[in-house]
């Protein structure tokens, strides 16, 4: 028996060669650029099998091949050049090979991940997939990984949601997909499909942090994102909002390296709000007033220390990395601490088999501020808002005590000294990889992947509270236990044909995500403690668990390396659709042509002008799964009557028939190189269409259920992409590099239910979706104009006078549509400059066109009854009538500014330490950076930040400007180096 | 040779750890729903079915709230004290408008008398569908489709006395009053069957029906409620005269599942008794202190109003039924059957009831006189029961002939293409 099981298992793996005695052949030489500098960390492998190496410092490598064949190919990748190949030329003795690697300013040569293992060339993709550098996220400083790749994606608009620290941050690729489902990507790290959900254990108002920003910007390798339907084949049912692939540092063959950075950033508020400097009150009486932005913000530090050791030998390498975060949020009260530590492993077992693990383990501890927010009514910015800025809020010097903010809200001081809002995290995020190249061409692979955490949120407010809802005090505990699992399987298989070179790929993907939320609270506590104990306790508890399986196929045909045609069929099946429509299935096909590289194109003049041109398109599929794992049920729900237990249908209906939400997505594009090299230029056009959108449907009420979820939506979106890239000087001493994004999106919901337009949940019954509309739109109460366009009061007459005086109070008009706050194009620019060896320049602006921000903190701010904004001044002045910021209070279109914004989101300057110096120093590589975040905001936006909202990650309470932190201005001075 | 070997044996115990990590994932994708019980796990059980009467039953209490305020707020027993109460003010302001633009289709309130309604209609028919595949002591199953069949009944009940037409098969069509209430005695009838059949387990009356709530006499009673409405006066006679003086039936709260009408009438103040209950009531009438109190309510908008006497606990019940007006069916069948001296001793047993003198012929000479007297007496006896409106129509107490129906909820109009005409 067993040698049949033996020999069955090696036939599983196709390893039926026969066994010879092999010969050795060593390999050495450098890898250099096509100005003579050095390449260290240059990739140098046997193309299809697991031997290989990198190349050092100073670019050199030695590759021990054993085993070697005639045909062997040696290749050579280096991130920013074009890869290049050599035939082994001997398979015996030594051999010396150098490379000297062209740039490759759109990086076609680069591979990326375009299932979940077939990695393929950029430039044979009919699809764009984009990849940041892992230099790219560390430069940019960030505590969050998501935030650092603000500006660095064409297409992909990533916005902080929140300036309070933890994180929460929101990326949309390629604008908006869905309406009832998060519009986050799948994010995926080292083959770990990872949760980004943004969890409100706890209602803090504004702010929920996302769950990637537990990674560690300082891990990452580089970052591909797979924007649209090209990522149907990757994730089937899961990719309509797009793929973030995330790979971390892994280790390299040779002495140990150790680097090490050190970062001491100070955060402070960018500008502040003009507050109300009347010395009068309402009844004339005089008054001092105050400007609390001063006593709630402060200037707040962030210490950041990262260590990361990796090496080893021909067999074993390993990556070992530990950051420690600590930083105080510019919110009096907040802070954040975060701890990661990364193990990643490497053991090649033999030439034909390798296994690789990589581990993390991160804990975090963030206290944020409460903000009200869409579901409360209490918190630290609220109260600001809510209150006139007269009242002294200092405690009573004798006994201590807070007084009341005079609104029943809490006083804001209060909330810093005795209030305790802590979220914490523990996570595990850990990654099985075995690869094998069974026969010549093939590979296959095999991943497991598991990432699990447990996460607590808290609310305190002690007895006695200014708060006038919590008189007795409140504490509230929730834990959020998180588990996700991933196995996949992925064959590939590279076929020659004369000029063809067919890559047949299949493969296998299984996922399931299981989540608990158990949420305990008390009341009427007793003195002094702050966990769950008091009188009126709840408890609840919610389960939560999905499981999909996938299958594909995907089929490259090239042709004379010029010409590539892709095609690919997923199939998903997925708990969370119903049992009548479970198998899903979504194909894709693309196009890539290398124009340039033609003979016709090659001879002629045409070369000059361009030396790379390729024409791209592809046309594909994909899906988005229903929110709730359990929606496609009817349920029976809890019904007492009386103190007995009964149970009725839930009102809402279920649906078998529940499918997951299906983008038809196409897109053609092209990338052109210039100027030989010097420029390079990629333009997309996307055209996008979502139907099956999941929305609430009506249900006859006479069938007993009132409501159902259905496939009934349909969306559309298109826009164009493009990314330019200059290498504008490359002297010896100066090197001037310019790069810039832009892109434009117009989604506009086409179909909802018979039902009509609905409002969205949570949003004050603001924000809108109705057909042949922007999702997600505001619609409120207008003013009144007259035939010319003068807005007037109630008896028609305009409330300005000739001079443009206000004299009247303006009429409220009937609720219409007011605003849009998806903005029309988001775009970067950046320039990193170097000047001789030891100096490097950068500066990246970020920048967001058209749109709208309902700026409600306004609203409040000239409300009569709080009225602490510099606007209703005017009116304790006399210099518009009494009563006109009561009215003009109702009149929700004043509030619709223009979201249009620039950013200077990074400045940095580098000081690479001298040679000389480092050899005292004993280390390779040192540099001193002094870096600035945030500097300056141009817009017209009245409020803190047209970055944050309200609605925090949510999918369509966006552009929602209330008592959210803004996102601070950050000086910082970081130090690195290797030895 | 010898590391040719051992690369095999690595390779296997490679492919022996994938096998096993696969075998991990399961393949399973029917996840049953640990948060709510599904149709499939209640429609097919015994604890299922009996989980239902209990939630149908709960569920019937909860509609209580629309069904008694929306006709009390119409017909003017109850007003809303604030102006800010909209939904509930469209209510008040209906009866006067000269159209039923009053109140707007989207009204909140209008699709949740209709749903919760139809919510208790679903559920009995959740009973009577998957009840005979499964296995039941006998008693214990008459007395289960005995009160899903007088729920059914009462919910149209509700239903027929708010809107001109209701559908009595889920929807697919709409009936006028005449044939609802036959498919309502239909129902009633057919559930005396069940419980006089059958000699009812004390594992249903003691662990299933709602504590004091007597059955067979709230057939009865229901019977001779509807059959009355229906016009049926002798059968609705009869009804009553198999009523024992002694009976009653209440919905019972308690617990989390608390009456609506504490908050209401006494905790937010949302209604209180027009003044016209307290300003026109015969002197020396014990009821009008027995359902309202002296102190008035700030007119916020609205008429003055007095708060009311009754529900002054979460856990008060709400009478099904009641002996007064039991005894003013018959008072109202014998009148309208012309029999009115028995009419006027039936007026006086609850004229007696209420410390009032008694009437004789000599007072109540004529058949309209007498059928005012009973119209007086329901509005005094049966305050905030939900019956008043309808009295008000079959008594010709209201002028406006365009509202006395409510209006079709929007959703219903929107999901439903054979919804009839707004009245």
């Not at chain 1, 809510?386 to 007084?403: A, K, R």
């Not at chain 1, 590589?925 to 817009?939: C, F, H, Q, V």
């Not at chain 2, 393949?27 to 049953?32: G, Y």
């Not at chain 2, 009996?50 to 109850?78: C, H, K, T, W």
Request: proline share 5%; net charge neutral; with cysteine.
């Amino acid at each position: 028996m067993r040698p049949t099981i033996r020999s069955l298992l090696l036939s599983l793996l196709f390893i039926s060669s026969p066994l010879v005695a092999r010969a050795q052949v060593v390999i050495a030489g450098r890898v250099l650029d096509n100005g003579g500098k050095a390449l260290p960390g240059a990739q140098v492998l046997i193309d299809g099998t697991t031997v290989g190496t990198v190349a050092v410092d100073n670019g050199g490598y030695r590759l021990v091949v054993n085993s070697p064949r005639a045909g062997m190919v040696l290749l050579v990748r280096a991130l920013g050049y074009k890869p290049a190949r050599q035939t082994l030329t001997q398979v015996t003795g030594s051999m010396s090979q150098d490379f000297r690697l062209i740039p490759d300013v759109l990086r076609l040569g680069e591979v990326v991940v375009t299932s979940a293992r077939g990695e393929t060339e950029r430039s044979t993709l009919g699809a764009t997939i984009a990849t940041v550098g892992g230099d790219e996220i560390s430069r940019a400083n960030t505590v969050q990984v998501d935030a650092a790749l603000s500006g660095k994606v064409s297409g992909a608009l990533v916005q902080q949601m929140s300036g309070q620290p933890g994180g929460g941050t929101s990326i949309r690729i390629r604008g908006l997909s869905t309406i009832s489902r998060s519009a986050e990507p799948l994010y995926i790290v080292d083959g770990v499909i990872v949760d980004n959900s943004s969890p409100t254990l706890i209602d803090v108002g504004g702010y929920s942090s996302n769950r990637l920003s537990d990674l560690d910007p300082n891990e990452i390798d580089h970052i591909e994102i797979v924007k649209g339907a090209a990522a149907a084949a990757l994730y089937g049912s899961r990719a309509n909002d797009g793929v973030v692939q995330i790979f971390t540092k892994r280790g390299h063959s040779g002495a140990l390296r150790t680097s090490f950075r050190t970062t001491f950033e100070s955060d402070n508020i960018e500008h502040k709000i003009p507050v109300n400097e009347a010395p009068v009150k309402e009844d004339g009486s005089p008054v001092t007033r105050y400007d609390y932005q001063d006593v709630l913000f402060q200037t707040a530090p962030r210490f950041s220390n990262t260590l990361s050791l990796s090496g080893g030998d021909d067999k074993n390498t390993f990556f070992l990395s530990g950051t420690a975060e600590q930083q105080k949020g510019i919110l009096k009260s907040t802070d954040y601490r975060r701890q990661n530590i990364r193990l990643n492993l490497d053991r090649t077992i033999n030439d034909r088999l390798k296994v690789g693990v990589s581990t993390a383990y991160i804990t975090s501890k963030a206290n944020v501020a409460p903000n009200a927010g869409l579901t409360n009514s209490f918190g630290l910015l609220t109260s600001f808002f809510f209150m006139p800025n007269y009242i002294n809020l200092n405690p009573d010097p004798v006994t201590g005590v807070y007084p009341s903010q005079g609104l029943g809200l809490a006083n804001p001081l209060d909330i810093i000294a005795n209030w305790h809002t802590p979220q914490s995290i523990d996570r595990f995020i850990g990654g099985l990889n075995f690869t094998a190249f069974p026969i010549a061409g093939m590979t296959a692979s095999y991943r497991f992947g598991f990432d699990g955490y447990t996460e607590n949120a808290q609310l305190f407010v002690p007895r006695g509270s200014t708060a006038a809802q919590f008189p007795t005090g409140i504490s509230t505990s929730s834990t959020d236990r998180s588990r996700l699992v991933n196995s996949d399987i992925d064959v590939s298989y590279v076929m020659n044909a004369g000029v063809l070179k067919f890559t047949h790929g299949v493969g296998m993907n299984w996922q399931r995500q299981q989540v608990d939320v158990v949420t305990a609270s008390a009341r009427d506590l007793a003195l002094f403690t702050q966990t769950v104990q008091g009188s009126q306790p709840t408890a609840t508890e919610g389960r939560d668990e999905r499981r999909t399986l996938g299958f594909y196929g995907q089929e490259q045909i090239g042709v004379s390396d010029r010409l590539f045609l892709t095609g690919s069929l997923r199939s998903d099946a997925s708990s969370a659709f119903g049992s009548e429509v479970r198998q899903q299935w979504f194909p894709k096909v693309g196009a890539s042509l290398k124009v340039s590289d033609y003979d016709f194109w090659r001879g002629s003049s045409l070369a000059r002008l361009a030396n790379t041109l390729r024409l791209r398109g592809a046309y594909g599929y994909s899906g988005g799964q229903p929110a709730g794992s359990f929606d496609r049920l009817s349920n029976y729900v809890f019904k007492a009557n009386g103190t007995r237990s009964g149970v009725i249908n839930s009102t809402q209906a279920g649906n078998e028939q529940l499918k997951p939400e299906r983008a038809r997505e196409y897109e053609l594009g092209t990338d052109l190189e210039v100027l030989e090299g010097r420029a390079g230029i990629e333009l997309t056009y996307f055209n996008k269409k979502i139907t099956d959108l999941i929305l609430p449907k009506s249900v006859d009420p006479t069938t007993g259920f009132i409501s159902q979820l259905a496939n009934v939506g349909v969306l559309e979106n298109h826009g164009i992409e493009g990314l330019l890239k200059l290498f504008i000087l490359r002297g010896s001493t100066v090197t001037w590099n310019m790069s810039g994004t832009y892109a434009t999106n117009s989604p506009k919901v086409t179909k909802v239910s018979s039902g009509g337009a609905f409002f969205i949940p949570e949003s004050f019954n603001i924000i809108r979706v109705d057909s042949g509309e922007a999702p997600g739109h505001f619609f409120g109460t207008t003013y009144v104009r007259d035939a010319s366009g003068n807005i007037v009061d109630a008896a028609g007459k305009p409330i300005k006078d000739a001079s443009g005086k206000i004299v009247g109070i303006p009429a409220i008009g009937p609720r219409k549509i007011i605003g849009n706050p998806n903005p029309n194009a988001y775009w970067s620019f950046i320039n990193d400059v170097g000047v001789g060896k030891s100096l490097s320049f950068r500066a990246q602006f970020d920048g967001v066109q058209g749109g709208e921000i309902f700026n409600f903190d306004r609203r409040l701010l000239e409300t009569p009854a709080f009225g602490s904004g510099a606007a209703y001044a005017d009116e304790l002045n006399g210099l518009v009538p009494k009563g006109y910021f009561q009215a003009r209070r109702s009149i929700f279109e004043e509030y619709i500014e223009h979201q249009t914004w620039v950013k200077l989101r990074e400045v940095a300057v580098t000081w690479s330490l001298p040679e000389g110096l480092l050899g005292r120093l004993g280390t390779h590589g040192a540099a001193l950076t002094l870096s600035g975040r945030n500097l300056k905001t141009w817009t017209d936006f009245q409020g803190w930040d047209p970055e944050t909202n309200a609605g925090a990650q949510r999918t369509l309470v966006r552009g929602f400007a209330f008592a959210t932190p803004p996102i601070p201005r950050s000086y910082a001075l970081t130090f690195t180096t290797n030895f | 040779m010898k590391f040719q070997i051992n690369d095999r044996r690595a390779t296997l115990r490679m492919v022996a750890a994938v096998l096993a990590l696969m075998s991990v994932s399961a393949c399973k994708l029917d996840i049953s729903n640990p948060n709510a019980a599904t149709a499939q796990g209640v429609l097919t059980s015994v604890a299922g079915i009996r989980a239902l009467a209990v939630g149908m039953q709960g569920r019937l209490s909860f509609s209580m709230d629309e069904n008694l305020y929306i006709p009390a707020v119409v017909s003017g027993e109850l007003g809303t004290t604030s102006i800010t109460q909209s939904t509930q003010r469209e209510y008040q302001n209906f009866p006067t408008a000269s159209s039923n633009s009053a109140i707007s289709e989207t009204n909140v309130d209008l699709l949740d008398i209709w749903a919760k309604n139809y919510g208790t209609v679903k559920t009995a028919n959740d009973i009577l569908d998957n009840i005979d595949a499964l296995s039941f002591a006998p008693g214990t199953k008459a007395g289960l489709v005995g009160l899903a069949k007088i729920y059914q009944a009462w919910s149209y009940g509700f239903l027929i006395e708010a809107f001109e037409k209701i559908s009595i098969d889920g929807g697919a069509t709409f009936v006028d009053r005449p044939a609802a209430f036959a498919q309502i005695l239909s129902l009633l009838a057919s559930a005396k069957t069940d419980v006089t059949g059958t000699t009812l387990t004390t594992d249903f009356t003691g662990s299933i029906l709602s504590p004091n709530f007597d059955m067979l006499n709230t057939i009865r009673a229901l019977q001779a409620r509807y059959s009355l409405a229906a016009g049926n006066y002798a059968d609705a006679l009869s009804f009553a005269n198999e009523i024992p003086a002694a009976a009653s039936a209440v919905i019972t709260f308690g617990g989390a599942d608390i009456n609506p009408f504490n908050n209401y009438f006494h905790g937010q103040k949302f209604y209180g008794a027009i003044s016209t209950f307290r300003a026109n009531a015969e002197p020396g009438d014990t009821r009008v202190d027995k359902f309202t109190k002296s102190n008035s309510f700030a007119p916020l908008g609205g008429a003055t109003t007095f708060e009311t006497n009754i529900f002054s606990s979460d856990g008060d019940p709400i009478p099904a039924w009641s002996q007064d007006e039991v005894t003013l069916i018959r008072a109202e069948a014998l009148a309208r059957l012309n029999r009115l001296p028995e009419a006027i001793d039936q007026i006086n047993i609850v004229r007696a009831r209420a410390s009032l003198p008694a009437k004789t012929a000599a007072t109540l000479s004529t058949q309209a006189a007498v059928l005012d007297e009973i119209f007086t007496q329901r509005t005094y006896s049966l305050f905030v029961t939900g019956l008043h409106w309808a009295d008000e129509r079959r008594f010709g107490k209201i002028a406006l002939a365009k509202v006395r129906y409510l209006p079709y909820p929007f959703t219903v109009r929107a999901t439903n293409p054979g919804t009839p005409a707004n009245p």
